[in-house]
């Protein structure tokens, strides 16, 4: 239905500025509409420095990041950003209501909308715990809210956006296991053709992704899915061991 992105890197390194040592290294893969492609990686793997590349927060050394098949140097700025929901690892929350935060991503969002992104975030519960409920205020910087709570308000956001290609760092990590899948069925079934980009530490996130890209010091230690990697590669049964 409708837009849709797909996202190919074609051999992208990527080096921070005065470094040495390349955050990203010689990284090929696809990642298509309507799909879910997981990272999974150890800390200091690449994972927030390869996702980062996406919406072009830096530019990168060689090879090159196509959408749909335009490379992403080539776009407005505008345009490639309108494409894409990113939540980053630390998404951060301002004063100001429930809402307010929520419709952050997207002003002219109606209060249903609000509630059919928070309801998918599996943050409708706890905001209408609330007194006020999607009126209730958040203090400086969420710090009445739980870690879980604010990343699943960070994922509202961009939510209400519905944009083409969602980029989710780590936005899982606070969530208990259970929520975590409710969480990521409900992703499924509410974003349509929009391509999932997901960065997860823990194998139950990643392990019913359509692909799974395993990264190590930069380097892609592999693709596939859940089982294939589980058979043959070394660095993914260590994280699953672990
Ligand atoms: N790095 C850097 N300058 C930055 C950010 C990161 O030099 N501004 C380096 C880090 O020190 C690390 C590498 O880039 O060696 C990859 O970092 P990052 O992409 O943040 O790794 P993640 O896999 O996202 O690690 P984590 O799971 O801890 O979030
Ligand atoms: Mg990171």
């Known amino acids: 239905t409708g837009a849709h992105a797909e996202v190919e890197f074609k051999n992208v390194t990527f080096r ?8 990203v290294e010689d990284i090929s893969f696809l990642a298509k509409p309507g799909e879910t492609t997981a990272i999974i990686g150890s800390t200091g793997a690449g994972k927030t420095s390869l996702v980062q590349l996406i919406p072009r927060f830096y530019d990168i050394e060689s090879g090159s990041i196509l ?5 992403i140097r080539e776009m407005k700025q505008h345009t490639l950003r309108e494409k894409i929901g990113y939540v980053p690892q630390k998404a951060s929350l301002f004063s100001g209501t429930i809402a307010e935060n929520v419709r952050f991503g997207a002003k002219d969002a109606t209060d249903q909308e609000v509630m059919d992104a928070l309801q998918t975030a599996q943050a409708i519960d706890f905001v209408n715990e609330k007194e006020d409920g999607i009126n209730t205020y958040i203090e400086q910087a969420g710090s009445n809210l739980s870690g879980g709570q604010k990343q699943r308000l960070a994922i509202a956001r961009a939510l209400v ?3 083409e290609i969602y980029i989710f760092d780590d936005s899982f990590s606070a969530l208990d296991y259970k929520t975590d899948a409710k969480l990521r069925s409900a992703l ?3 974003t349509g053709n929009s391509t999932i980009i997901l960065v997860a530490q823990r194998v139950n996130t990643v392990m019913d992704a359509d692909r799974i890209i395993v990264l190590n010091e930069g380097k892609l230690a592999g693709i596939g899915t859940h089982e294939e990697l589980l058979k043959d ?3 993914y049964q260590e994280i699953v061991e672990s």
């Open 67 to 71: 959408v749909n098949g335009i490379d």
């Open 16 to 23: 921070y500025a005065g470094a040495e040592k390349a955050a």
């Open 188 to 190: 499924k079934e509410e």
């Open 233 to 235: 590669n070394t660095i």
């Open 161 to 163: 956006r519905k944009p």
